[in-house]
């Protein structure tokens, strides 16, 4: 029996009064203390994970003086806070058992512009991407790069002053920074940029906040200037927390104390504001992508293509290409880095050139073409082969591979996963290659598997060794590794963390600053926050406190993890694998993932969300006692757990605010459009829908379904019916009086009305379905038959795209049989009538078998119910679903001649985001069908139409559904004229209809009309 849970951990009594008086005073944003609220932002992309108290997402700068001021009264002054971004960090900066303050959510605006003066201002929960989608069309980006950079805020960028990609000619983001504006523990809100010398005294000399944080700073970074000079390492990648270096410029005439802020991981203040400098986008760029025979010999080639004057130089070892070869995203790269005939590629550099003088370039790319064509003829260098593309989107498409690699390196087998602890180390770049012999040597002695990558020209390697967490021997082994490869940066002059922060990784501060200089980052921090209220125990605790810094021993994942069997954590491997790289909580609104994150900024509505409260959900039935495997046999069996009264009375004490964490999952659960956006997009592979349809069966074990659930699950038994008198059910389901009344009682609105005439009229025409007569056939009269499987959809709602699909099989000179109709069970896997669906699947699936062993093609239209039968049915039915295949429409059009059409101009293709995410090849499929009838089709990058199968037509989803639709929808649509919008989507056609008031075509309608007119017979 699943029992009701009540999280572990309660609310703090001064954390609630303080949220309390938060909103009294006028909190704008919002305030979340739920346990699932809680949970979203207990990780990071790191090991680590730490329950915060509380989420306060400030709508704007004024809130966070409130709140610190708020907090500076006697009885809230124990409260401590840590700031949050985009929570992309890799070691655990702004996790907190405190409070996080999350100015992700909110604070995105862009708030003013100069082309002119070539600089930008910005709220610090601008991502990135944003920032630099909106500076594109003015010519201008904002050239610190990271992997992260579709969900990293600016202030997270700040704050761990992030730099990636380009390093060497564009810097790290203090490099950019020319202002910020920084709210400080006790509510001064302190603006800082270059001041000349005597203007940074004359601050100083105040008796106020800010002239204490300027007196310490120009004392430290004057008193110990040469100190910092000789301790400070000599790298691209500088010491982050605290920069003291570069506070004073090299003569020591201009103080900026923005440098300390920068890399401060949230210890001295919430930043809100920060004008930034821009770069202009230069007009000509080129890629090189050098292959080589071993990754040893592409990091020894690396100074060389350095001293070619490349702007970027990036590595990346064979395990990434390996792994990348398996993912979505190789389909994009794989002709911009094909295999070498008779040699294996095992390391790759990706070499950038760029100019704003097209000649200039040409130049540079042509020298080192000349210098690789000669290398590779003497067999130097280990370099096997290159290839150049100077095509923005190829170029583009190498990066997001690259981008994705910390990503794709997390999707390994078996219990022990990559992980980031010692993931950015930096070297002088001269020194790398000893330096990743001797640490591979270091890694391959404990038995360890890695793959590697990295900017090669600073001299930053990224590697992410295998470990298990939930074993306590990899636990220690974490230690003695991580201290090895501080000792290791420190014999090559680098240091642990080039890139990423330091986080839990602040244990180390001492050994590399030095006695001397780690006292006096303590001061800096005293002046700022004296009592250590902000993000305590990273980087550095104030002067005299006795608080102690976080350590690589912190509380981490696996703690929780290892307390749900290992059976468990394997069954429902796409939740519990997820390791929190927060790729799903892109920006990116033309890209399919993930809706529902996209539409609610809610970080619980993301399937890294999702995926963290069903491991909480799991850990805590595991504590109960329940063993959650046996249930759902149990209830795959067709048994139930409650009796229909126990059910009755829970869901009547839910409604009357008994408490259940369950019912906090439900909620994020409700969410999700079931689009399998994740699925396909996750490198990880984490796949809610999966989970999230058994989550939904145990659920409802205790709790009673709403009608509409039974109403969704039902649709492909009842819908046959209702199409035998489609006018009347239309008449019925469709006056106002009846909608109206179904709004109001199942909660559901703009119910699709069944095609007229329906499909079984339309189809009178073709051969009709018998099995007996297909088997007896003569081959020479069955190799032209072709098999058309029904699905609920377009067969009652859309028959007329049946139809056409019949006429055009008919047109090709084939047979079309139109299949009779078989319920495919989809509707009942997103709702979690599990134990249904695997019948209808078995049911279906015999059926298709036999047909299979007449090797007919057997054709689908609409790509989310084909799917499943690729998906769903083989979780569910293992070796018992057989060998059947359904084959998309596209799928199969793309192996026929077509006869030469012609047609009005350029279509516009607009794919259904489950097909895309499933098969990236879809709309390439498309373009060479159309290419081969001598038509032009281009795909439009849209991401989810806000539809997705019922949820569109959910009461409670009508203001997101439309959201969603204008997100990235309505501006294509509207400018795009009717007849040449093409959209393969069931879903997506119905959301322009509703929406715009015309359905558009399938593109099979559209090739079938131009047969019908131009080749009539
Ligand atoms: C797959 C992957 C790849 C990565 N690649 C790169 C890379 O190429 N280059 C790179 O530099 N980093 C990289 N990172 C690390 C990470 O993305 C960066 O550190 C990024 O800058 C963090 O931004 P965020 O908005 O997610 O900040 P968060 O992780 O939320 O916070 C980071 C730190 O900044 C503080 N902070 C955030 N916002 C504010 C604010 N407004 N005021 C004060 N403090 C604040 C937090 O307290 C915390 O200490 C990668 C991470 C992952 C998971
Ligand atoms: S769900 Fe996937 S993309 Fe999202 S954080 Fe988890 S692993 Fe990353
Ligand atoms: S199925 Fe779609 S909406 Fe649901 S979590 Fe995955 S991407 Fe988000």
Redesign the pocket.
């Known amino acids: 029996m699943i029992p009701k849970i009540a999280p572990e951990q309660l609310l703090d009594k001064t954390v609630n009064a303080f949220c309390q008086r938060l909103g009294e005073a006028g909190f704008a944003g919002d305030i979340e203390t739920s346990y699932g609220a809680r949970l979203a932002v207990a990780t990071d992309n790191s090991i680590y994970q730490q329950l915060p108290q509380a989420v306060l997402l400030p709508k704007h700068q004024d809130d966070l003086v409130l709140l610190t001021i708020i907090a500076a009264e006697p009885d809230f002054q124990a409260l401590k806070f840590a700031p949050r971004g985009g929570g992309t960090g890799t070691n655990g900066q702004s996790l907190t058992q405190h409070i996080v303050v999350d100015l992700s959510r909110h604070m995105r605006e862009i708030i003013e512009f100069n082309a002119e003066e070539r600089w930008v201002r910005v709220q610090s929960g601008v991502i990135k991407d944003q920032l630099n989608a909106f500076l594109k069309p003015h010519g201008f980006f904002f050239a610190p790069d990271l992997s992260t950079s579709n969900r990293a805020t600016i202030g997270g960028m700040i704050n761990t002053d992030a730099s990636g990609q380009g390093s060497l000619v564009y810097g790290k983001t203090s490099d950019h920074v020319l202002a910020l504006t920084t709210v400080l523990i006790d509510g001064t809100v302190l603006s800082t940029e270059p001041l000349a010398a005597e203007d940074a005294k004359a601050k100083a000399e105040v008796d106020s906040t800010e002239g204490r944080v300027y007196r310490q700073a120009i004392q430290t970074c004057t008193e110990f200037r040469q100190l910092i000079l000789e301790k400070f390492p000599r790298l691209n990648r500088f010491l982050t927390g605290y920069d003291l270096e570069h506070v004073w410029n090299n003569s020591q005439t201009i103080f900026d104390l923005s440098r300390l802020i920068t890399g401060s991981e949230g210890s001295l203040g919430f930043v809100t504001e920060a004008k930034l400098n821009v770069t202009p986008i230069a007009r000509y760029k080129t890629l090189i992508n050098v292959k080589y025979d071993s990754f040893v010999s592409a990091l020894r080639n690396a100074p060389f293509l350095v001293a070619a004057n490349a702007t970027s130089v990036e590595t990346v070892d064979s395990k990434v290409l390996d792994l990348a070869r398996n993912d979505i995203v190789w389909h994009q790269v794989k002709s911009l880095i094909e295999e070498v005939p008779g040699k294996t590629m095992q390391g790759l550099n990706v070499v950038e050139f760029n100019d704003e003088d097209a000649e200039a370039m040409q130049q540079k790319v042509d020298n080192l073409l000349k210098r690789l064509d000669e290398a590779i003829d003497a067999g130097e260098g280990g370099i096997i082969g290159y290839q150049l593309t100077s095509d923005e989107r190829a170029i583009n498409q190498i990066y997001t591979m690259r981008k994705k690699a910390v ?1 794709l390196l ?1 999707n390994a087998k078996g219990q022990r996963k990559p992980i980031a602890f010692a993931e950015d180390t930096a070297v002088p770049p001269e020194n790398l290659a000893d330096f990743i012999i001797e640490f591979r040597a270091l890694l391959d002695s404990e038995g360890l598997s890695y793959g590697m990558f990295g900017h090669v020209d600073a001299g930053v390697l990224h590697v992410r060794p295998a470990l298990d967490m939930c074993d306590s021997h990899d636990e220690k082994l974490l230690r003695k590794v991580s201290d090895a490869v501080v000792a290791l940066t420190a014999k090559y002059g680098g240091l642990m963390w080039g890139e990423h922060g330091k986080g839990y990784r602040s244990e180390y501060g001492p050994e590399f600053f030095g006695e001397t200089l780690f006292t006096e980052l303590r001061r800096i921090k005293a002046s700022f926050d004296p009592n250590n209220r902000l993000n305590p125990g990273k980087i550095c605790t104030p002067w005299q406190s006795n608080d102690e810094l976080v350590s690589v021993d912190g509380q981490k994942r696996g703690y929780f993890d290892k307390q749900i069997p290992i059976v468990v954590r394997q069954s429902f491997e796409s939740a519990t ?9 892109n920006y990116e609104e033309n890209s399919p993932m993930c809706p529902s994150s996209k539409v609610t900024k809610d970080r619980r509505h ?3 969300g999702r ?1 963290g409260l069903m491991r909480e959900w799991l850990r805590l039935m595991q504590n109960q006692g329940v063993d959650v495997l046996a249930q759902e046999q149990k209830l795959l069996a067709g048994g139930s757990t409650h009796s229909w009264w126990q059910k009755w009375q829970n869901t009547r004490a839910k409604h009357q605010g008994e408490q259940d964490f369950s019912h906090e999952v439900m909620e994020a659960m409700e969410g999700c459009l079931a689009c399998k956006a ?1 699925a396909g ?4 592979k ?1 796949d809610v829908p999966s989970f999230r349809a058994r989550f939904l069966q145990l659920y409802h074990s205790r709790y009673l379904r709403p009608m509409k659930d039974y109403l969704v699950g039902s649709i492909e038994r009842s819908a046959p019916y209702f199409a035998k008198a489609p006018r009347l059910v239309n008449w019925l389901t469709g006056n106002p009086l009846s909608a109206w009344f179904i709004k109001n009682t199942i909660g559901y609105v703009d119910t699709p009305q069944l095609s007229v005439p329906a499909i079984t009229k339309r189809i009178a025409v073709f051969q009709g379905f018998d099995l007996a007569t297909l088997q007896a056939m003569p081959e020479s009269e069955r190799s032209k038959v072709v098999l058309l499987v029904q699905d609920p959809f377009t067969s009652f709602y859309e028959a007329d795209l049946v139809e056409d699909a019949m006429h055009l099989i008919q047109s090709l000179g084939l047979n079309p049989i139109l299949l009779p109709f078989l319920p495919n069970g989809k509707p009942q896997h997103v709702k979690g009538f599990l134990a249904e669906f695997a019948k209808v699947a078995k049911s279906a699936a015999d059926f298709l078998n036999q047909l299979h062993a007449l090797n007919l093609p057997m054709l689908g239209l609409d790509a989310s119910l084909v799917l499943v039968y690729r998906d769903e049915y083989n979780k569910a039915l293992g070796d018992s679903r057989g060998d059947f295949k359904v084959q998309l429409f596209h799928e199969w059009l793309a192996t026929q001649q077509i006869p030469t059409l012609s047609g009005m101009g350029t279509y516009q293709l607009f794919a259904h985001c489950t097909e895309k995410t499933a098969l990236p090849v879809t709309e390439q499929t498309w373009v060479q069908i159309f290419q081969k009838a001598g038509l032009s089709i281009k795909p439009i990058a849209v991401g989810c139409c806000g539809m997705a199968g019922t949820y569109g037509h959910e009461l409670q989803n009508q203001e997101n559904s439309r959201d969603l639709y204008d997100l990235s929808w309505q501006q294509p649509i509207a400018n795009t004229p009717a007849g040449f919008i093409l959209a393969t989507g069931f879903s997506c056609r119905s959301q322009v209809k509703r929406y715009e008031g015309f359905k558009p075509l399938h593109p099979l309608q559209l090739i079938r009309q131009l047969i019908a007119a131009q080749y009539p017979q």
């Open positions: 990503g997390g694998s997820c390791n929190g790289n927060g790729l799903c909580f993301s399937p890294k995926a994740c997009q996750c490198p990880i984490v």
